[in-house]
């Protein structure tokens, strides 16, 4: 079964928006990444933040981690037509050598 | 170097038929995945490789779907008598170890389509 939640399934805005995108997960975690997916092909990796981090950043992005809550939110800003994609958080278990992937939230940016 | 690399992209089978999948890692990782994404669905971990053995094939939906990795090398996922239900992308990646505190590096994925 899926551990993460992500919401939303689907999510359009204007091209210099901010994005926003939330997942939730049901166990203990070690860390947690940001995939991003085009064209439903290969997945390319973000942003891993670890279970005692509350926050990281990459250029435009921005992930926030609430173990207390159990959830994880994406912020992608000034976004671009070239950020549309489907963009996946993945959960690293404490016990476990494999990540469990979320549904995902499918983003289209407008020009 | 090279990512991860997965052939064919894209195979054509009939119901009944047996496939292979390859995968091939990045050199020097020691750690693989397989994952199955049906269309518009998240990824379905299939089995993860540490080296040449395989730790977790929990996910391996039935004894029709096997696979192997020679060395930390090749891996090929076999779809035995393959069922219309299995049509979907198969993604590889590979990571510098096992353990989920390395981020994984995928391959572009087989699409396989079951007639």
């Known amino acids: 079964s899926q551990q993460g939640e992500e919401d939303p399934q689907a999510l359009s805005i204007q091209e210099g928006e901010n994005a926003t995108m939330n997942c939730s997960y049901k166990?203990?975690?070690?860390?947690l990444q940001w995939y991003r997916q085009n064209s439903g092909r290969g997945l390319v990796h973000l942003i891993l933040?670890?279970?005692?981090?509350r926050e990281k950043h990459s250029g435009r992005l921005r992930v926030t981690l609430d173990t207390s809550k159990k959830s994880s939110s994406l912020l992608i800003t000034a976004s671009r037509a070239a950020d549309t994609a489907s963009y996946f958080c993945?959960?690293?278990?404490?016990?476990?050598?494999?990540?469990?992937f979320g549904t995902g939230t499918r983003l289209q940016v407008f020009p | 170097g090279a990512g991860v690399s997965q052939s064919p992209s894209n195979k054509v089978t009939e119901k009944g038929k047996d496939v292979e999948l390859r995968c091939d890692p990045i050199s020097g990782h020691t750690a693989l995945y397989w994952y199955r994404q049906r269309l518009g669905q998240g990824l379905e971990f299939l089995i993860y490789f540490q080296g040449n053995s395989a730790p977790d094939k929990s996910g391996l939906p039935s004894d029709r779907f096997s696979a192997e990795r020679t060395g930390e090398s090749v891996s090929t996922l076999t779809i035995q008598r393959t069922q219309q239900e299995d049509s979907a992308v198969y993604l590889c990646?590979?990571?510098?170890?096992?353990?989920?505190?390395?981020?994984?590096?995928f391959g572009p994925g087989t699409r396989l389509t079951v007639t």
């Open positions: 990646a590979s990571s510098f170890e096992g353990l989920t505190a390395y981020e994984q590096y």
């Open positions: 933040i670890r279970s005692n981090e």
């Open positions: 993945a959960t690293g278990g404490v016990n476990t050598d494999k990540l469990i």
């Open positions: 166990t203990s975690i070690n860390n």
